[in-house]
């Protein structure tokens, strides 16, 4: 919207200087900021994070008359981690309505819609979105943790990263990108976006080919469901997930500037990904809108709609900038949870014998004798630090 008023103003502008008669578009100068990524990105933070905390107690309020609370597992089923969440039990969830809502009206007002990076990162948020709340829903109707069937749940997640990683792939505007004139041979340096890349190498690390599109799924699919296992203790994912996108609207940013991608860090370039600074920053600002009520005690969990949804997003972010492994970096808090799991899993079913005391690992802490806030906030330091590294490594060679 305020792109299109830019757009607008800029036709009647250059009609009055055509004609060397000055109207309403020169006293309405302003309207010239409006094209700038930086400015709409920072309205779209800072909308997002207003909207939130004017909505907010309304959501919440809502939410608590629906009688929508969070079910706890049992004594039975996590013994000593029930002593210790048992007070959670009816705290509201489906929170993440409040950041997808917030997120959707800041990007259709400071956005380009039809721009093809933000458009795909938009349409994974809300499916899966969509996935975490019918999975809210149906824990809320069974009043046990059960939700979706685990089957259900990745049939959804393959379905909607298959589709993202498909229009991606034959989009023309999406599929090529810039790493500016080969050192070696003076030639002009394109990069697909089926190419592998790593900011410590300045040439694509390997050419995936038609291979992407399942490795764009499961990168998707990885995120949205490492975010998920995240999403345990009071702020732990919103705090992480701050942290991570400011990461990834910093390389967006770079990465649609062409002298700083092509001349001075050599990293993918599309003049495109601009469009995406403004998604991430709108998620940053409703995430901080969100912490404000989540933050420990939590009044509202955001609950599976909430951490599919931004899981998905980061993890289409993070292809759409061609930085797919610095994922593993500045995304890091978000794949330790993740790997804990997994480790957890596949210790027990081969040595039948566990590593943590429970999974995922941040639970572990809290059985160690960790107060839920330092585990929390110690995880929020250590997301920062990564995410800091992760941009870091954009300029080492």
């Given at each position: 919207?305020?792109?299109?008023?830019?757009?607008?103003?800029?036709?009647?502008?250059?009609?009055?200087?055509?004609?060397?008669?000055?109207?309403?578009?020169?006293?309405?100068?302003?309207?010239n900021i409006f094209q700038y990524i930086t400015v709409?990105?920072?309205?779209?933070?800072?909308?997002?994070?207003?909207?939130?905390?004017v909505l907010g107690p309304r959501i919440i309020r809502?939410?608590?008359?629906?009688?929508?609370?969070?079910?706890?597992?049992?004594?039975?089923?996590?013994?000593?981690?029930?002593?210790?969440?048992?007070?959670?039990?009816?705290?509201?969830?489906?929170?993440?309505?409040?950041?997808?809502?917030?997120?959707?009206?800041?990007?259709?007002?400071?956005?380009?819609?039809?721009?093809?990076?933000?458009?795909?990162?938009?349409?994974?948020?809300?499916?899966?979105?969509?996935?975490?709340?019918?999975?809210?829903?149906?824990?809320?109707?069974?009043?046990?943790?059960?939700?979706?069937?685990?089957?259900?749940?990745?049939?959804?997640?393959?379905?909607?990263?298959?589709?993202?990683?498909?229009?991606?792939?034959?989009?023309?505007?999406?599929?090529?990108?810039?790493?500016?004139?080969?050192?070696?041979?003076?030639?002009?340096?394109?990069?697909?976006?089926?190419?592998?890349?790593?900011?410590?190498?300045?040439?694509?690390?390997?050419?995936?080919?038609?291979?992407?599109?399942?490795?764009?799924?499961?990168?998707?699919?990885?995120?949205?469901?490492?975010?998920?296992?995240?999403?345990?203790?009071?702020?732990?994912?919103?705090?992480?997930?701050?942290?991570?996108?400011?990461?990834?609207?910093?390389?967006?940013?770079?990465?649609?500037?062409?002298?700083?991608?092509?001349?001075?860090?050599?990293?993918?370039?599309?003049?495109?990904?601009?469009?995406?600074?403004?998604?991430?920053?709108?998620?940053?600002?409703?995430?901080?809108?969100?912490?404000?009520?989540?933050?420990?005690?939590?009044?509202?969990?955001?609950?599976?709609?909430?951490?599919?949804?931004?899981?998905?997003?980061?993890?289409?972010?993070?292809?759409?900038?061609?930085?797919?492994?610095?994922?593993?970096?500045?995304?890091?808090?978000?794949?330790?949870?993740?790997?804990?799991v997994i480790l957890q899993v596949g210790s027990f079913?081969?040595?039948?014998?566990?590593?943590?005391?429970?999974?995922?690992?941040?639970?572990?802490?809290?059985?160690?004798?960790?107060?839920?806030?330092?585990?929390?906030?110690?995880?929020?330091?250590?997301?920062?630090?990564?995410?800091?590294?992760?941009?870091?490594?954009?300029?080492?060679?």
């Amino acid at each position: 919207m305020l792109y299109e008023l830019y757009t607008w103003w800029k036709t009647a502008f250059e009609a009055e200087v055509s004609s060397g008669q000055e109207g309403w578009a020169h006293s309405w100068s302003f309207f010239n900021i409006f094209q700038y990524i930086t400015v709409r990105a920072l309205l779209a933070c800072l909308l997002s994070f207003v909207l939130s905390l004017v909505l907010g107690p309304r959501i919440i309020r809502k939410l608590i008359s629906m009688k929508v609370g969070q079910p706890i597992r049992t004594a039975a089923e996590v013994h000593k981690l029930h002593e210790l969440h048992g007070a959670k039990a009816g705290t509201p969830t489906m929170g993440g309505v409040m950041i997808i809502g917030t997120v959707l009206i800041a990007i259709f007002i400071c956005g380009r819609l039809m721009n093809p990076f933000l458009a795909v990162t938009t349409f994974v948020m809300l499916s899966l979105g969509l996935l975490g709340f019918l999975d809210d829903y149906t824990k809320v109707v069974k009043k046990n943790s059960d939700g979706v069937s685990a089957k259900t749940k990745l049939c959804w997640q393959f379905g909607v990263g298959l589709l993202a990683a498909l229009f991606l792939y034959f989009k023309k505007e999406t599929g090529m990108f810039d790493l500016g004139i080969d050192s070696m041979t003076g030639d002009a340096n394109p990069m697909k976006i089926t190419d592998l890349a790593f900011p410590l190498f300045k040439q694509a690390v390997l050419p995936l080919g038609i291979f992407a599109i399942p490795f764009f799924v499961a990168i998707i699919v990885g995120a949205s469901n490492a975010v998920n296992l995240t999403d345990g203790l009071d702020g732990l994912a919103t705090g992480c997930t701050i942290s991570t996108s400011m990461a990834y609207a910093g390389v967006a940013y770079l990465a649609h500037h062409h002298f700083l991608a092509v001349e001075y860090l050599t990293i993918p370039h599309n003049p495109l990904l601009g469009e995406l600074v403004i998604f991430l920053g709108a998620l940053v600002g409703a995430g901080f809108g969100f912490l404000w009520f989540n933050c420990h005690p939590a009044k509202v969990f955001m609950g599976d709609t909430g951490s599919l949804a931004i899981g998905g997003a980061i993890g289409t972010a993070a292809i759409c900038t061609k930085q797919e492994l610095l994922l593993v970096i500045v995304g890091g808090v978000f794949v330790m949870e993740a790997l804990s799991v997994i480790l957890q899993v596949g210790s027990f079913k081969l040595r039948k014998k566990r590593i943590f005391k429970m999974a995922p690992i941040h639970h572990h802490f809290e059985l160690l004798g960790w107060h839920e806030s330092q585990v929390i906030i110690r995880f929020w330091i250590l997301s920062l630090i990564l995410a800091l590294s992760g941009l870091a490594l954009l300029k080492v060679l």
